[in-house]
Structures are given as C-alpha cells and as structure tokens.
C-alpha cells in the first residue's frame, strides 16, 4: 500500500531563505512521485515530477526535488525563497501503474520579509 | 486554452437540499475525479472514473453520486444524506498509461446551512 508522510503542516522561511519540505513516501513497488502547489482558493498545481529517470527533478519556479530510494524520500527544496512562494505544497505518491494518487496532508509555506 | 471548469466558484444551500457541482474538462483525459478539502486533512477522494459510463468510489463516498456519460464532463451530486458538506472540493483529471499526474479545476466552496 502506498502512503506519503508531510513533516511539518507548516514552515516558515524568510524571504531570500533555502526553502526545504519534507515528503517520506511508502510504496511497494517503484513510485510516481509529485508535488503539487496550491493558492489560496485555487486548484492544485504541478510542480514536478519523479517518474524513474533522474533522480534529481526540476520543476518550476526554481524548485527541484530528490529521489532518494534508500531513505524513501522526495523532499521539495528552493535555494531563496520568494514572498510568491507562500502557498501549500502536496506531496504525492502513484505506485506504478496506479492512477489513483495518495496525498500528503500538506504543508504551508510562510515567508516572512 | 484546455483546461478542467468548475462550476460555479462559490456556492450557497440550505441543508437537506441536493446540489451538484459541475465538471468539464476539454484535455480528452481519460480519467477524472472528485476530491473533498478540508483544511489540515489534504485531499480526500470521492469518486473517480476511467472511462466513460464507468465509475468507483472513493475513500469517502457516503452521502456523494456522480455520473460519467460524456468524456468531457463527471459531475458530482451532494446528496441530503452527506452529514457534513460543508467543503473545498476538486475536480481532477489525468492522462492514463503515462505518469498519472493530474490536473486540478478552479475548486467550489460548497457552504451548506
């Protein structure tokens, strides 16, 4: 069964700080990995994705994520952070060859000034 | 544009009223689905479908129906039965036989009292 752990529901950045969000994965088989960013009263947007090529992916808005099998995990990091940054951010996890994703409980970005 | 529409952005009912929250998508996906928010408890699926005419349920189904009889469209019926509907709730879609990532419509704020 796949699940995905978020550490933190929050984190707080100043701006022009290294971002870091945490996701631990569980899957039995090779995972899809995402990250999803979400505004205020808006829908889900894609970030990035792990999807079995590199291991290291980039994403927009200068994020990148690392695929890192023997830690099962697939942490979401941006080296200076930006007041547009606030959001909440979606860890999720597809097993191969599952359509249905499991999500994160997510984790809100502050950036402070 | 392609795109997944929700509509509409907000809406308001009494309680033990029927509302339907509609879902188009014009990215010919296969796959669609229904995801309630709240805040602290990320995503939570409702129902999703494959294929037309087609559907399953979700992690919280209870008190939800939809129906898939084009394509493009999977809107969702909030039932009297739903005890607490009061929600964020999403519409996805995705590509399946890729990586499954989704893509998520605007959202409805259902406020029911």
């Known amino acids: 069964a796949q699940s995905v752990t978020q550490l933190g529901s929050h984190v707080s950045v100043s701006e022009g700080a290294l971002v870091l969000l945490r996701c631990n994965y569980s899957s039995s088989v090779p995972p899809y990995l995402f990250w999803y960013v979400q505004y205020p009263n808006q829908g889900l947007q894609l970030l990035l994705k792990y999807t079995s090529a590199a291991t290291l992916v980039k994403g927009i808005n200068g994020f990148e994520a690392e695929f890192k099998k023997s830690e099962t995990s697939f942490h979401l990091t941006k080296p200076s952070a930006h007041m547009s940054d606030a959001a909440e951010y979606f860890c999720a996890v597809s097993e191969g060859g599952s359509y249905i994703p499991t999500f994160g409980r997510g984790t809100s970005l502050i950036v402070h000034p | 544009d392609g795109g997944i529409t929700q509509s509409p952005k907000y809406l308001f009912r009494k309680e033990g009223q029927n509302v339907t929250l509609s879902c188009e998508q014009n990215?010919?996906?296969?796959?669609m689905y229904w995801y309630r928010q709240d805040p602290g408890q990320g995503l939570r699926l409702i129902y999703y479908s494959q294929i037309v005419n087609d559907f399953q349920k979700g992690d919280i189904a209870e008190g939800y129906s939809v129906s898939r009889e084009k394509k493009e469209s999977f809107p969702l019926t909030v039932t009297s039965a739903q005890k607490n509907p009061t929600a964020f709730y999403l519409c996805?879609?995705?590509?399946?036989?890729?990586?499954?990532?989704?893509?998520f419509g605007p959202g409805t704020r259902l406020t029911v009292t």
């Open positions: 996805a879609s995705s590509i399946t036989g890729i990586s499954y990532e989704q893509y």
């Open positions: 990215l010919n996906h296969d796959a």
